[in-house]
């Protein structure tokens, strides 16, 4: 299991720091003590031969990293569920720092509330003035309640679509970043018209001129995925998932038995490359071995090539061909 | 159940109706037990009252093509799409035998019946959702009919009537059951713009994915009493909130309370509340 595989992962990576710590000392008090000449030739000798010892085990533990992570390059659908969902996954605010400069957030539905649960605004992408926005989830517990765990109640889908709403005025490419469990399932989010909110976002998002594309970074799921997702283009993280709900509520529907998420996992079909088979999925981005909680660096560099091609491909499109594109792919499922 | 369920399919299931199936149960076939209250009245005093039990004022589902029968003018209406079947586009386990035992059970090819017809003379296309097939789920074959029927109506330029009911996506068809939403809620938008009239009457059980896009996108809203309206199940939330959700929680008249339904219209009314809205529409 890569919970497994990752917890072991993590136990060489902090022995494997430790080490090259120590072996960074020793190799520094070496040169100190070959320049001043102050140990004795035994104890320089003792001192390379402890370098040695360090750089070996160094090398072992290094080639049992290699070997463990080997054995996560083909993962199960409910391992990537589990990658999907890692606290330590980066996150839309990792996404804004990573790929974007000079962001304005803009907050607020501006009928009734601010859901935190929905963080966005404006920015630029090599340049280009776009509206970015996506769910966000955070990574401490302290911060996944205080943002819902990325849930919106239908002031986040307002929020949204006054955002997207914006962007279509003043021509600006529209980009979201999907990660979440689904939309809220709380009282007050029915009583203010949780299925309205979304209703809305469908209807409206289908008809912008500008590029829409979403990124599906972690879980996507159910229509509150879809709220902030009717795109030109849908691309995915390599262990990103895409459903109609999740795993452990696919099971309880269909056999009243949440515990058996991960054989629904398997036959719900969610991961990027089923998705992609599927033809709903334009582009897999790759991820580190592992998972995107690994490298982030790789993760942005992987996503802003293709961000930028696909975005500069949509930008050649004219108003109306924008419109008719995003309209085509939604026509043709089913 | 099941003598329930075949009462109220009229008119594909009107032979079944003397074919047994009730006496199966025990029950003369001249009668009907109401759901909710349990009490029993003949069958025809039940017809008269269009499957609203005469004791209790339960609304009983009454299927698509009876529904139909109810509203259009009578002989003017003709099915789009008729034989459309539903797909298996993820070809998930048993899902084909179940189907076909939904299809043998309602006489129906799929959750979504499609028509033209005319109401009070008024040329419109209608779309019923039959909670008896698979909940009237959303299947990629619903999206497709209720997408085509959208369609038609934009073409040519006739007012939308879309009776919804379902328990939300389609499990067995995954992210196609998904996508329906985009599909259909782009489909309205763009009649929306044409002009056209688009009533959306909401009925017992109108929830999920349904909710979240054609259902609540309409010119008017309406909505049969009693009906239970949400996206998320009072399951889901009462597990969420941990708490027990308020009488009446989610239900039409609730909705009428917090905003979000213009008028809830009596089964018997329904025909001539359709017509004066048509009417008053009209340019």
Redesign the interface.
């Known amino acids: 299991m890569i919970k497994e595989i990752l917890e072991e992962v993590e136990d060489l990576d902090t022995k494997i720091k430790t080490l090259e710590r120590k072996a960074m000392k020793e190799s520094s008090e070496l040169t100190m003590a070959a320049d001043t000449l102050e140990d004795s030739f035994d104890e320089i000798n003792e001192e390379m031969e402890t370098l040695d010892e360090y750089n070996s085990r160094l090398d072992r533990l290094k080639e049992m990293r290699r070997y463990a992570l080997e054995s996560a390059v083909h993962l199960a659908p409910d391992e990537k569920v589990f990658l999907a969902r890692h606290m330590q996954r980066p996150h839309i605010d990792d996404f804004i720092n990573g790929l974007f400069t000079d962001f304005f957030e803009q907050k607020g539905d501006h009928l009734y509330d601010e859901d935190l649960s929905i963080y966005g605004g404006i920015a630029r992408f090599h340049g280009i003035p776009v509206t970015v926005l996506g769910h966000r989830k955070g990574h401490t517990m302290e911060d996944n309640m205080k943002y819902n765990f990325g849930m919106p109640c239908p002031e986040g889908y307002r929020k949204a679509l006054r955002l997207m709403n914006a962007a279509e005025k003043f021509g600006r490419p529209i980009i979201t970043f999907i990660d979440t469990p689904g939309?809220?399932?709380?009282?007050e989010?029915?009583?203010?018209?949780?299925?309205?909110a979304?209703?809305?976002n469908?209807?409206?998002?289908?008809?912008f001129h500008v590029p829409v594309i979403a990124v599906v970074t972690g879980e996507g799921s159910?229509?509150g995925a879809?709220?902030i997702g009717?795109a030109n283009r849908i691309l995915m993280l390599e262990n990103a998932v895409?459903?109609?709900?999740s795993p452990e509520?696919?099971a309880s529907?269909?056999w009243k038995d949440a515990e058996r998420h991960k054989e629904a996992a398997k036959?719900?079909?969610?991961t990027a490359d089923d998705?992609y088979d599927?033809g709903?999925c334009d582009e897999v981005i790759g991820e580190p071995v592992g998972g995107a909680q690994r490298d982030y660096d790789e993760v942005m560099h992987n996503l802003d090539g293709v961000l930028y091609r696909h975005l500069k491909e949509l930008m050649k499109l004219s108003p109306s061909g924008c419109k008719h594109d995003r309209?085509k792919k939604?026509?043709m499922?089913? | 159940m099941s003598a329930l369920i075949d009462a109220v399919s009229f008119p594909a299931r009107a032979k079944r109706d003397q074919s047994g199936l009730n006496l199966k149960n025990g029950e003369s076939p001249d009668f009907i037990t109401c759901k909710a209250c349990n009490r029993r009245a003949l069958r025809t005093i039940w017809k008269d009252n269009y499957y609203v039990c005469p004791e209790c004022g339960h609304y009983s589902s009454i299927g698509a093509i009876y529904r139909m029968s109810l509203i259009f003018d009578p002989g003017t209406f003709k099915e789009l799409n008729k034989g459309m079947k539903a797909k298996d586009p993820m070809k998930f386990p048993e899902y084909e035998q179940k189907v076909a035992k939904q299809r043998e059970k309602t006489g129906l090819e799929e959750a979504a019946v499609t028509a033209v017809g005319r109401i009070g003379g008024n040329k419109v296309v209608c779309v019923v959702l039959d909670s008896r097939f698979f909940m009237g789920s959303m299947s990629s074959t619903v999206g497709e009919k209720v997408t085509r029927a959208i369609e038609v109506a934009t073409r040519k330029k006739l007012p939308l009537i879309i009776f919804s009911a379902s328990g939300g996506a389609r499990m067995q068809e995954g992210i196609f059951s998904l996508m329906q939403m985009a599909k259909t809620s782009a489909a309205i938008e763009e009649f929306n713009k044409s002009g056209g009239l688009y009533i959306s009457y909401l009925t017992h059980p109108t929830t999920g994915g349904v909710t979240a896009s054609f259902a609540s996108l309409g010119d008017i809203t309406l909505a049969e009493p009693g009906a239970l309206v949400g996206f998320a199940g009072p399951r889901v939330i009462e597990q969420t909130i941990h708490k027990k959700l308020p009488a009446g929680f989610q239900r039409s008249e609730y909705l009428e309370a917090h905003g979000f339904v213009d008028k809830i219209v009596e089964r018997k009314d329904m025909r001539e509340t359709l017509i004066k809205l048509i009417e008053l529409h009209k340019k």
């Not at chain 1, 939309?183 to 009282?187: D, I, K, S, W």
């Not at chain 1, 989010?189 to 309205?196: D, L, N, T, V």
């Not at chain 1, 895409?242 to 709900?245: D, F, P, R, V």
């Open positions: 939309a809220y399932p709380g009282l989010a029915e009583e203010h018209g949780q299925g309205e979304i209703a809305q469908l209807a409206k998002m289908s008809q159910s229509g879809l709220a009717v895409y459903s109609i709900l509520g696919f529907i269909l036959l719900m079909k969610l998705l599927a709903v309209q939604y026509r499922i089913g």
